[in-house]
């Protein structure tokens, strides 16, 4: 799974730094291609030389004194790699991911790749528990970064305690395992919708919804790790595009029709995710509407049911629907299974804290048209993303690692 891969060590400085070592030897002995980039304090606890004995490669750690083999090196590696893992991670180099910091070498790199990010934290146990860490992980983990343990055992310091780096052995298993998943959509085309849709009223106002696009952004990039060549249809949001995604921006339910309608039957997986305005205002005034001090009644008329078109629409596509539900959850998702003709319908009750609108996590059950049900607890966006994108490769026939 590792041949030929592009791999970036990022070492910070810990103790654990001396493991490192062992993870670029057993990434070369998989006949990956590794670079290393090392914090300052990463090399009090370990030569440069060593790792760029083992690397085969330049070790990276000052911005300004880097070998001159790219034109600007850490843009220039950010770019050029296909994953990257920073074993150790200190509590600092995750604090700075967290805030974005781009102080040196490695914390730029980070901020200027687009490849999986993977982290072994490596920390002293009372630094991992601290509130402050584990705010940073849950939401490096929302940002789609992949984490590596820690394990629990004898540390440094001397007590026992959860922060240990988890062994080489089990980092490489877990890139290994990312690598083993991330083609088994390849060769796939698939599109998502995301976000809320705005129906105009006037220049100023327009119908919308508290949908921000995090959900279906996270189907999108979970989609593109996969390896399927990836459309997102979004509503508008303030959402980054993941990398290698192709975006079309559109506003209106019906604009999103259009653009469906015209690619769905090219695509083999199409998932809609987005909140769609089911009425619109029956006209768009030109002018500002003014205030009159009297009441003011809006005429509201129905928008196109995508999905319920894309379900009579469908040959061999795999079709997959989302039902946001304020009550009777399963009754009005089975309804919604059968009437659009779906392949699986993601159901989510957005009354639950955690789930729905604008959260980071969701919470949903997935249904199938044999009565066949998955519960998931509460999970990022992006994981329930992940087990989406199995469920569809399954449906697809094609087995993939768990
Ligand atoms: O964007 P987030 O803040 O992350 O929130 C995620 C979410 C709650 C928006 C998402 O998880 C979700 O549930 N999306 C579907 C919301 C919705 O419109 O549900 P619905 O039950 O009204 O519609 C059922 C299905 O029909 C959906 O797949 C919807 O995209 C589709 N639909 C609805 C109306 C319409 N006119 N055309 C459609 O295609």
């Known amino acids: ?66 070998p001159k083999r790219w034109n600007i090196e850490h843009i220039a590696l950010a770019e050029h790699v296909d994953a990257v893992i920073i074993a150790p991670a200190t509590a600092n180099v995750l604090a700075k991911m967290a805030i974005g910091l781009a ?30 860490t584990q705010t940073n992980l849950a939401l490096l983990k929302d ?47 698939a599109l998502v919708t995301a976000g809320g849709t705005q129906e105009p009223l006037d220049p100023v106002r327009y119908l919308g919804n508290r949908s921000s696009g995090r959900m279906g952004y ?20 303030d959402l980054p595009t993941p990398h290698g995604v192709k975006r079309i921006s559109v506003q209106t339910a019906q604009e999103m029709y259009h653009v469906v309608l015209e690619l769905f039957l090219e695509m083999d997986v199409v998932i809609k995710a987005a909140a769609v305005a089911d009425y619109r205002p029956a006209y768009e005034a030109e002018q500002k509407i003014k205030k009159t001090g009297a009441g003011y009644t809006l005429e509201l008329v129905p928008n196109p049911d995508i999905l319920a078109e894309l379900g009579r629409k469908k040959t061999s596509q795999v079709l997959i629907g989302f039902a946001a539900e304020t009550e009777n959850l399963l009754a009005n998702a089975q309804d919604k299974l059968q009437k659009k003709n779906v392949n699986l ?35 990022s966006k992006l994981e329930v993303a992940r087990h989406l994108v199995r469920e569809i490769a399954k449906i697809l026939g094609i087995e993939t690692k768990e």
């Open 345 to 379: 319908l993601v159901a989510n009750d957005i009354t639950k804290p955690g789930a729905g609108f604008g959260s980071a996590t969701n919470i949903v059950s997935f249904l199938f048209p044999d009565g066949r049900k998955i519960d998931l607890p509460q999970m």
């Open 143 to 189: 940002r789609g970064i992949h984490v590596i343990g820690p394990d629990t055992g004898f540390q440094a310091c001397g007590t026992d305690g959860e922060g240990r780096m988890s062994e080489p052995v089990k980092i490489i298993e877990s890139l290994a395992g990312f690598f083993a998943g991330s083609d088994c959509l390849k060769g796939k085309k």
């Open 1 to 66: 799974m590792l041949t030929k891969r592009k791999i970036l060590v990022g070492v910070s400085g810990g103790i654990a730094a001396y493991k490192a070592a062992e993870v670029i030897s057993r990434l070369r002995k998989l006949h990956a291609q590794v670079h290393v980039v090392m914090t300052k304090s990463a090399t009090e606890f370990i030569t440069p030389l060593t790792l760029q004995s083992l690397s085969s490669n330049p070790v990276y750690v000052d911005l300004f004194d880097a």
């Open 218 to 237: 996270a189907i999108a990039q979970a989609l593109q790790e996969a390896g399927a060549e990836t459309i997102l249809v979004s509503a508008p949001t």
């Open 103 to 132: 102080d040196d070498f490695l914390s730029t790199v980070l901020l200027a790749t687009r490849a999986p990010i993977f982290v072994a934290p490596a920390m002293n146990h009372a630094m991992y528990h601290h509130p402050a």
